[in-house]
């Protein structure tokens, strides 16, 4: 750890006075205390004890004496000292609390937390620093100092999780990421944030099924939270399941729509939209009008058509006209043959549309070019189609 420099109170006398018969051996540790003679404190403490061992004052402020020496502990980087130091603190102030609550239950809630928040701020700004090794000290600590609170060893989870992403075989890290999400887990094992954060850690280390099991459960409380939505999206990807992936996308689409925050109506909500339109127009799933209205949806939030959304949007209208084309060579009803021929020409109709839009904007788009030439031989309109099929040949020699 690195060292930080110890603030000690001005004077231990200027505690809140706490009522009862105060030994005269927890008199000469307060004096000592002040002196900052903080074993000298904690010897005659314990000398008392030879006399009466039941004294609330003598183990809040042994839980004083062991606080500070925790604090020197860190000052001298020193991190088996001041774990010890922050556990001795913790047993003596809330044995103090336990012999006369009425009268120290609030000194010694503040003595713990201030020992808590010390080291736990510590720990974050060090966690930002991206000092790793020195944040898990001070979050051990923290939890050492304040083993009530699941903050620190979480704290220290996520951190893993940060590092996992910065090195080549990040397995380790995301084991022992899954240990401490685990150990935390068993103390509460209702914390929403946490199942999320160990499904996520699962992913990640190929586990999916049980990944899987958990997102289920979560979604029928959390159905509405759009992190834990685009994580099962994720999911979802990873096990080529894209059409649960394109509706729990839809669903945080419709949220970001109906929240009060701007910025969900930007870039991301069309990046979405795009994602979900892709996927529900591929060949095993084929929601070609859902998919065409999406792409709407996304046009609607460029304030210039871009190229992705343009060429996705004639991508699907013609894998639209060449399924319903197929379909009509399949029917033997020559009226239901015709209609869908008819709308297989309405849909590569579109597409030329669409394509002509495309390639006058992007004059490098190759793909615009082979797709809109291959609308135009669906239309008949081979003359224009032989065009577009040279300017792909072209435009792809030149980007070789």
């Known amino acids: 750890m690195r060292k930080v420099r110890m603030i000690l109170p001005g004077s231990v006398l200027a505690l809140v006075a706490l009522v009862g018969c105060r030994s005269a051996h927890t008199t000469s540790a307060i004096l000592y205390l002040e002196e900052q003679e903080y074993e000298k404190a904690i010897q005659v403490i314990h000398e008392g004890f030879e006399y009466r061992d039941d004294e609330p004052d003598a183990y809040y402020y042994l839980g004083e004496a062991h606080s500070r020496l925790a604090e020197v502990a860190v000052n001298d980087n020193d991190y088996e000292e001041a774990k010890s130091n922050y556990d001795r603190a913790y047993q003596n102030y809330t044995r103090a609390r336990e012999l006369d609550s009425e009268h120290f239950t609030e000194n010694v809630d503040i003595a713990l937390q201030d020992n808590y928040n010390r080291r736990l701020r510590q720990g974050v700004e060090d966690f930002r620093g991206s000092f790793y090794e020195q944040a898990e000290g001070h979050f051990r600590l923290a939890y050492a100092a304040l083993p009530d609170s699941i903050t620190p060893i979480k704290n220290i989870a996520r951190m893993k999780m940060q590092q996992s992403r910065e ?12 240990d401490l999400l685990d150990q935390v887990l068993t103390v509460n094992p209702g914390a929403y944030s946490l199942q999320a954060d160990k499904a996520n850690v699962l992913v990640q280390l190929g586990r999916n099924t049980e990944a899987d099991t958990i997102y ?27 059409e649960r992936a394109a509706d729990l996308t839809i669903q945080v689409i419709e949220i970001y729509k109906n929240d009060s925050d701007p910025t969900n109506d930007g870039e991301d909500t069309k990046q979405l939209l795009i994602s979900a339109a892709t996927w529900l127009a591929s060949e095993d799933i084929r929601r070609y009008d859902e998919a065409l209205d999406l792409l709407d949806q996304a046009l609607d939030l460029e304030t210039f058509p871009s190229e992705r959304t343009l060429l996705q949007r004639l991508q699907t209208f013609y894998d639209y006209g060449l399924w319903l084309k197929q379909e009509a060579e399949k029917e033997s009803d020559p009226l239901a043959k015709a209609n869908q021929e008819q709308q297989a020409q309405e849909q590569f109709r579109s597409g030329v549309q669409v394509g002509n839009a495309l390639v006058s904007q992007y004059p490098k788009s190759c793909a615009g070019f082979l797709i809109l030439a291959q609308c135009q031989f669906e239309v008949g309109d081979g003359q224009a189609a032989e065009l577009n099929i040279t300017e792909w040949q072209k435009c792809s020699e030149e980007q070789d």
């Open 216 to 242: 289920r459960e979560l979604l029928k409380e959390h159905g509405d939270d759009p992190n834990l939505l685009i994580d099962i999206v994720n999911l979802a990807v990873d096990q080529q399941e894209y």
């Open 167 to 178: 090195v080549a075989d990040p397995t380790p890290l995301l084991n022992e990421a899954l």
